[in-house]
């Protein structure tokens, strides 16, 4: 037995020191160690971003070319009648996604633009005026403007005969990246070649130098940094200060004029990490000291006892863990190869679905076209010309609305593309029974609406709108195929939602838990590839609405659309 009080002071002080040296060298060791992950995830981030700035710069350098040579616009010029140019310009920024554009003639007034407020102002001495008059080529400006921030502008002057006639300025949409890199806890930031803030997520930074913006809030106070010890007291020095927090740089360079895309990130993750490790740790040794004080307060006989059973507890314990551990790193090893197999298969079914959801939308245009074609050529022969130029006046509406849809299922990798606006239900029932009237022909089926007076407006995309309408339509048609008297009834409600309900007399939904999944049809092969309502309920979920099936009670499907209605109030705000 031991009995020498000294030696067991030793024994604590001596494993006290231990405990503070591995919690010490833990500490500096895994604070590097995420450090740097956190380092190489910001970098990898960054790369992103100027991957997103440069690709956007790119695109929109190449549509003041484009519209320098449309002839419609050269004809504008020539003669000064701009009635249906701005339009022109707006359906043009539909399409490309640009900020803005703004025809300009020689004496640089506005003769056309997107924001029709602008028109009439003049840019005579404006840079982007004068410098594409002076070039051949396309100039790109970066202008402060009025009320803040940046404009980004490409212009060109528009040629005819060799002979300038205006210009045409293009704005990039570039503020759109601050709203995003907003939703991050990263500060970001774009500086110019002469060091300034350009772009930002903090508002404030704009048109400082990085030095000026970092120095908007000065870096925290000694007593604020005691406050702040327990948590930042073992991070290594940091860059920089926002907003009063410690944050890590980084920076990457954008292959345009110099310009520089910085980020800072703040340490919490890196400090939670550490923490959680280190209190385990802590939790351990402190275990452990308590065991020391148990152990050494009994008698040594007893000790020793205790002392060997713990021993071989501790062993089964280790052998135990180290098999945990084992089977942990195993089952993280077939987690990340299982991640990579779901990664790849949803792209490959990604790709599968887009590819038949462009030839399922596309069908119902082509189908209508081939009806109107042969109506045409029985009219011509007929010598029903006048009539038959109505028929040719739809096939060109069809092939317009061809155009949309390509356009729209291009757009649904990324959401919130759509162009909303104020519509009128009533008139998109109505398009779409136009759209249907050669497939109806050809059907002795009983159609009946049922529409209120008054308009029922909602917010939404007409195109996508008729889409959901038209499908439910074909579905109908479809179930009654075999009923003697098919009847299919449309009845639009307007209260707190605007609801539209398909109604036919078919055989009713066998499956109503599978209805709305993608390839799910009961249709026979060739007829039906199982992507119409699967599609429709996604365009409805997006109009921010909900589409619903369910059996009638006398028989038959009755599908409900219901869509937020849009108020007098809600459209005063719009």
């Known amino acids: 037995m031991i009995r020498n009080p000294w030696f067991l002071r030793l024994v604590v002080i001596a494993f006290i020191v231990t405990a503070v040296s591995v919690i010490w060298n833990t500490n500096a060791f895994l604070t590097d160690r995420f450090s740097e992950t956190t380092r190489n995830r910001a970098e990898v981030r960054l790369a992103l971003y100027t991957g997103h700035v440069l690709s956007e710069l790119q695109r929109t350098s190449v549509v003041p070319l484009l519209l ?7 004809s504008s010029l020539n003669s000064g009648d701009f009635s249906v140019t701005s339009q022109r310009l707006i359906t043009a920024q539909t399409e490309i996604g640009a900020a803005s554009i703004v025809l300009l003639d ?15 102002a003049s840019h005579a001495s404006a840079p982007y005026f004068v410098d594409a008059q002076r070039s051949k080529d396309t100039v790109f400006t970066l202008s402060e403007r009025a009320s803040g921030g940046f404009e980004f502008t490409y212009s060109r002057a528009v040629l005819s005969d060799n002979r300038v006639v205006g210009v045409i300025v293009v704005g990039a949409e570039l503020a759109k990246f601050e709203r995003v890199w907003s939703g991050i806890t990263d500060a970001v930031a774009v500086v110019d070649s002469e060091n300034r803030v350009i772009l930002s997520t903090e508002p404030r930074w704009r048109g400082l130098t990085i030095g000026q913006a970092l120095a908007v809030r000065s870096a925290p106070s000694a007593l604020e940094r005691a406050f702040q010890l327990t948590a930042d007291w073992t991070n290594n020095a940091p860059d920089a200060y926002v907003r009063g927090e410690a944050v890590m ?16 990130t703040t340490y919490d993750s890196i400090r939670e990490q550490v923490n959680a490790v280190l209190a385990l740790e802590i939790m351990g040794f402190a275990v452990l000291l308590a065991l020391i004080f148990y152990f050494l307060s009994r008698r040594a006989r007893l000790q020793s006892v205790v002392a060997r059973r713990e021993s071989a507890e501790l062993r089964l314990l280790n052998a135990r863990l180290q098999r945990e551990v084992a089977e942990r790193e195993k089952v993280q090893k077939d987690l990340a190869v299982a991640e990579q197999t779901l990664a790849q298969s949803s792209k490959l079914a990604a790709l599968g679905e887009m590819s038949a959801a462009v030839s399922h939308e596309l069908n119902q245009p082509l189908a209508a076209m081939k009806t109107y074609l042969a109506g045409a050529r029985l009219l011509l022969q007929r010598k029903r010309a006048e009539e038959a130029l109505s028929s040719f006046q739809r096939i060109d509406d069809l092939i317009e609305r061809m155009g949309a849809i390509t356009r729209q299922l291009k757009s649904y990798a990324r959401k919130g593309g759509e162009a909303f606006e104020p519509i009128d239900v009533r008139s ?15 059907r002795a089926v009983r ?15 007409r195109v996508r709108l008729e889409q959901v309408i038209i499908n439910l339509l074909r579905n109908a048609l479809d179930a009654t195929k075999e009923v003697p008297e098919p009847q299919v009834e449309i009845l639009l409600t307007s209260g707190e939602t605007a609801t539209l309900a398909v109604r036919d007399n078919g055989h009713g939904i066998a499956d109503l838990d599978n209805l709305f999944e993608p390839f ?19 365009i409805v979920k ?11 009670p006398g028989g038959g499907a009755v599908f409900e659309v219901k869509l937020p209605i849009l108020s007098e109030k809600t459209q005063a705000a719009e």
Do not use: H, Q
Not at 68 to 74: E, G, K, M, N
Not at 250 to 261: D, H, Q, S, T, V
Not at 447 to 461: E, G, K, W, Y
Not at 521 to 535: D, M, Q, R, S, Y
């Open 428 to 442: 998109c029932v109505s398009s779409a029974l136009s759209m249907m009237e050669p497939t109806l022909r050809n």
């Open 106 to 120: 020689l004496s640089g007034r506005t003769v056309a633009a997107t924001d029709r407020t602008r028109l009439g």
């Open 447 to 461: 159609i009946s609406r049922v529409l209120p007076r008054s308009a029922v407006m909602v917010m939404a995309d």
């Open 542 to 552: 997006d109009l921010g609405g909900r589409l619903t099936a369910r059996n009638a």
């Open 68 to 74: 320098a040579r449309d002839p419609a616009l050269i």
């Open 249 to 264: 740089r980084n920076e990457a360079r954008i292959p345009f004029r110099g310009w520089k895309l910085i980020s800072f």
């Open 520 to 538: 799910y049809t009961t249709k026979k092969p060739g007829e039906g590839v199982g992507l119409g309502l699967a599609i429709s309920s996604g």
